[in-house]
């Protein structure tokens, strides 16, 4: 009977499932990993539901590093974020697969094998994800002086988003809520930044902005609709460099309330 392994969407999780389920493939036993909630249950399967603990998550970390490299593990560490529900299928079945080649180090060159190209294409959609919200992630400063800023990402790309702006804004409170997956990447003045999650947060304090954030918002919307020259105006091109998935948080596309202080996204966007 195959086992199945259920583990929680966190790359704790994940890596916990990976630990029991690399003894189990070790041993003979046929295994798989699924995400709770994500998973189709199938006859003849046996599900168990993984202990997710730091040192499992630790322990598999420190195997790929050393038998694989540090470059797989950061393809595979970025393919854990994606929202690819078979991800774990296809972690396992890379770090598998590199125990049949002569170079196990060298697994994420041969794309040929289905496992490893899964894991390729997943690491690449995370990466691509992050590279896009670097550009067109807006920080609003809050009334407490905070900078704040919202995410609805598909992937969990708070870990690749963090360090890019914590080395630019070192000097600053700032904090980025991904709505999507209730996380927060949170960075005080001077220090390092943490992740943190199911906080509760109130949206409503995100549209609380200071009035100096209130003016430059209004500037910069006002500047962004004077250049525009509407006989160049070119949507599908527009749509294909600024997909609207990433234009509901943008201040250049949001309307502002100047009595209140408070924002909402531009009607038809």
Not at 47 to 69: D, M
Not at 177 to 197: G, I, Q
């Amino acid at each position: 009977m195959k086992t199945v392994y259920l583990c929680g969407d966190t790359l704790t999780g994940l890596f916990s499932a990976l630990y029991d389920a690399w003894k189990a493939a070790l041993a003979g036993r046929a295994c798989s990993i699924a995400v709770k909630g994500e998973v189709e249950l199938q006859l003849f399967c046996d599900y168990v539901e993984v202990e997710e603990t730091e040192r499992k998550a630790e322990a598999v970390i420190a195997l790929i590093k050393k038998h694989l490299g540090t470059y797989a593990y950061q393809e595979i560490s970025q393919a854990a974020l994606s929202y690819d529900p078979d991800k774990g299928e296809a972690i396992l079945g890379t770090m598998l697969a590199a125990r049949t080649i002569p170079d196990s180090r060298k697994i994420m060159d041969h794309l040929s094998h289905p496992k490893v190209e899964k894991v390729f294409e997943l690491s690449r959609q995370v990466g691509c994800e992050a590279h896009h919200l670097k550009g067109f992630l807006r920080f609003r400063e809050l009334t407490e002086g905070i900078l704040c800023a919202r995410i609805r990402p598909r992937s969990q790309v708070l870990p690749c988003l963090a360090p890019h702006f914590a080395d630019r804004l070192p000097l600053e409170n700032w904090m980025i809520w991904d709505e999507t997956h209730n996380m927060f990447a949170v960075h005080e003045a001077s220090r390092k930044w943490v992740l943190v999650r199911g906080e509760d947060f109130a949206g409503e304090k995100f549209a609380r902005v200071s009035d100096r954030e209130r003016e430059f918002a209004r500037l910069w919307t006002g500047f962004c609709k004077t250049i525009a020259i509407d006989a160049r105006k070119n949507p599908r091109c527009q749509r294909q460099n600024l997909p609207l998935r990433f234009r509901p948080e943008m201040t250049e596309f949001q309307e502002w309330d100047l009595g209140s202080g408070c924002m909402f996204p531009e009607a038809g966007v």
